[in-house]
């Protein structure tokens, strides 16, 4: 394993506004897959996740993939991004402002 990575904790889960960020800017990035998006965060954090059992909370790995299902719930019922596929997302244009005459 290398010394600069460690495990993911608890404290480490990003808050859902930070999670929020982060998706929306590898968006504009073009990385467009929930799982890729995490494996980005993860990366970029230099944390192992452990496989998610589906506990929701259960575990640090869990917590995060939970918590970034819910920011792009939300941001999809916002109508901020629309789910394409199967795990996958786009950012939703913004409609023109009206131009004054």
């Given amino acids: 394993m ?4 460690r495990p993911i904790t608890f ?11 982060l998706t929306l800017n590898l ?15 993860r990366i970029k954090q230099k944390l192992i996740l452990q ?6 909370n259960g575990t640090p790995s869990d917590k995060f ?5 819910w920011v792009l719930e939300d941001l999809v019922v916002r109508q901020v991004i629309e789910r394409t ?3 996958e997302y786009r950012l939703i ?7 004054p005459n």
């Avoid at 496989?51 to 929701?56: F, L, S």
């Avoid at 244009?93 to 131009?99: C, G, S, T, V, Y």
């Fill in 11 to 21: 404290a480490d889960v990003p808050s859902r506004k930070d999670f929020e960020e």
């Fill in 65 to 69: 993939v939970n918590e970034h299902a």
């Fill in 93 to 99: 244009l913004a409609p023109p402002k009206e131009r």
């Fill in 85 to 87: 596929g199967n795990k």
């Fill in 51 to 56: 496989r998610a059992t589906g506990k929701w």
């Fill in 2 to 5: 290398n010394p600069d990575w």
């Fill in 27 to 41: 968006l504009r990035e073009g990385v467009t897959n929930s799982d890729r998006m995490r494996q980005e965060i």
